[in-house]
C-alpha cells in the first residue's frame, strides 16, 4: 500500500521560510512525477511545483524565485523549500505521487500558516 505523509507545516511570519517533506512508503519514487498542491480555505486545489522522474521542475506563477521543488530519490522522500512567505501561501500543502492513470497517490496534507 503506497503512502505519502507530509511535515514540516507550521505557523510562520511572512517573510519567513519552511521547509515541507513528504516521505514515501509502499513504493519507490523514482519512477513517478512527484508534486505539491495546496488548497486554501474555500479555494481549489492547485498545483505548487512538480518535479519529474528525470529531475525537470514546474512551479506555479505566484511561487515562482521562491518555492522550490526537489527529491531524494535514495531517502525516497520530496521536498518544498518555501522562502518569502505571504499571507496567501496559507493552505494545505498536499504532496502528490504520479505515475499513471492507476498509480496517482496523495498524502494527507500538511498545514502552512502565514502570519504575524
Known amino acids: 500500500q503506497v503512502q505519502l505523509v507530509e511535515s514540516g507545516g507550521g505557523l510562520v511570519q511572512p517573510g519567513g521560510s519552511l521547509r515541507l517533506s513528504c516521505a514515501a512508503s509502499?513504493?519507490?519514487?523514482?519512477?513517478?512525477?512527484m508534486g505539491w498542491y495546496r488548497q486554501a480555505p474555500g479555494k481549489q486545489r492547485e498545483m505548487v511545483a512538480t518535479?519529474?522522474?528525470?529531475?525537470?521542475?514546474n512551479s506555479a506563477g505566484p511561487v515562482k524565485g521562491r518555492f522550490a521543488i526537489s527529491r531524494d530519490n535514495a531517502k525516497n522522500t520530496v521536498y518544498l523549500q518555501m522562502n518569502n512567505l505571504k499571507p496567501e501561501d496559507t493552505a494545505v500543502y498536499y504532496c502528490?505521487?504520479?505515475?499513471?492513470?492507476?498509480?496517482?497517490?496523495w498524502g494527507k496534507g500538511t498545514l502552512v500558516t502565514v502570519s504575524s
Open positions: 518535479i519529474s522522474s528525470a529531475g525537470g521542475t
Open positions: 502528490n505521487a504520479y505515475y499513471s492513470f492507476g498509480m496517482n497517490y
Open positions: 509502499g513504493t519507490m519514487i523514482s519512477i513517478y512525477t
